[in-house]
């Protein structure tokens, strides 16, 4: 094996392999069912697979626009509009990009320099702070509060001060499947109002929530709107996450410095299968059903767990359960994420990655965005435990 004989000063001195790679690479070798990455294991709608293939047989496959297909945008502009009643214009403030990881990091590199303060709210996904620090700016942690798991918006006004460049919001939100609801967003509204302080939200989990309650999208909320970076995903929309097909919208003076970064990121997302998502989200009863199939998803997993030694956290959300382990035993919740998946053969994601000091509360996190014979198999398994 060869290796570089010169100086190496990492950028990221504390970051280690993703906890989905590791779990994932562990679950594979274990032969364990993957509960841990947050991805469906159900096919692909046909139809779907179908039209990129068209689409590919057309020739359509070379460059896309840099922004992104116009149709497509179009689409999304009218879908925005009609699930939150906000305008967004396609050519100035809609951006296509391979997949919301990537969208997040354009953000960040567009946005935060040298000093910049960004507030993140813990525990929060693995790729938001690496993307600060990359680009020079420091991350502020803020803890949801126990047990469920809601922002204390008093904390977060204490911290915002001249270096505040960025609040960063997830809802639905992953790991813990807990929501934003209009309260929060106001409160939000209020702490930014007269700073020129920009939100990020991530919302890739927006047609994922449950008992009839209605996604909170900042794009609702106009004060709000017109700060804001907005992040959605095919891949959570469609179950296409190997894909890697996401959008983001904002105010057109943003969506400029996006896409300066942006275009020399990747220039521009896979085109054919641009052309088949815009045809594709013509049958709005795809994503507009999608929480109703995922409830079914969580109260199955939820059901087959009853009487087990789990304790059950809410779920309001997303596809992810929450389960705390403390009747079971006083392990940190990383050594019984690998003990489970060596031994019992079932892969979840310890919940202590998602912080920045591992605080561990006993919680693992399960994806239940899977076939109903294997929440059966892997149910059976954790209720042996």
């Known amino acids: ?123 929060c996904y693995d ?102 970076f907005i992040i959605s995903s095919f891949g959570k929309t469609y179950s296409t996450t190997g894909w890697k097909m996401g959008y983001i919208l904002a105010p057109a003076n943003l969506t400029v410095e996006l896409r300066k970064v942006h275009q020399f990121m990747a220039f521009s997302t896979n085109t054919p299968i641009q052309y088949a998502m815009s045809e594709f989200m013509d049958d709005k009863n795809i994503y507009l059903e999608l929480s109703g199939f995922y409830q079914e998803k969580r109260d199955y997993f939820r059901k087959l767990l009853k009487g087990s030694n789990f304790k059950l956290s809410p779920c309001q959300g997303s596809y992810f359960q929450l389960l705390n382990y403390s009747k079971i035993t006083q392990e940190k919740d990383t050594d019984f994420a690998i003990r489970l998946t060596k031994v019992n053969k079932i892969a979840s994601i310890p919940v202590s990655v998602f912080y920045s000091k591992q605080t561990d509360n006993q919680l693992l996190r399960f994806c239940f965005a899977k076939q109903n014979e294997t929440l059966e198999k892997a149910a059976e398994k954790l209720m042996k435990i």
Request: proline residues 5%; hydrophobic residues 40%.
């Open 1 to 123: 094996m060869m290796q570089f004989k010169g100086s190496i000063k990492s950028k990221l001195p504390k970051s280690n392999t993703s906890i989905f790679a590791v779990m994932t690479a562990l679950a594979n070798e274990h032969n364990a069912i993957n509960l841990a990455q947050g991805f469906p294991d159900f096919d692909v709608s046909p139809k779907l697979i179908e039209l990129v293939n068209k689409y590919m047989k057309l020739g359509m496959n070379q460059y896309a626009p840099m922004p992104g297909l116009l149709s497509l945008r179009e689409k999304i502009a009218q879908k925005t509009y009609d699930l939150y009643s906000a305008q967004y214009d396609a050519n100035s403030e809609i951006t296509i990009v391979p997949g919301a990881t990537h969208g997040i990091y354009a953000i960040m590199s567009a946005m935060i320099r040298e000093g910049d303060e960004v507030i993140v709210i813990e525990p």
């Open 127 to 228: 790729s938001y702070v690496p993307a600060i620090e990359l680009n020079g700016g420091r991350a502020i942690h803020v803890e949801l509060k126990l047990p469920e798991f809601k922002i204390d918006w008093n904390e977060v006004k204490k911290l915002v001060n001249f270096k505040t460049k960025m609040i960063l919001i997830n809802t639905p939100h992953n790991p813990t499947g807990s929501i934003l609801n209009s309260q929060d967003l106001q409160k939000l509204e209020k702490i930014v109002r007269g700073t020129d302080v920009i939100i990020c939200s991530d919302e890739v989990y927006e047609h994922m929530i449950f008992d009839k309650v209605e996604h909170q999208s900042v794009a609702r909320f106009p004060a709000l709107a017109e700060r804001s």
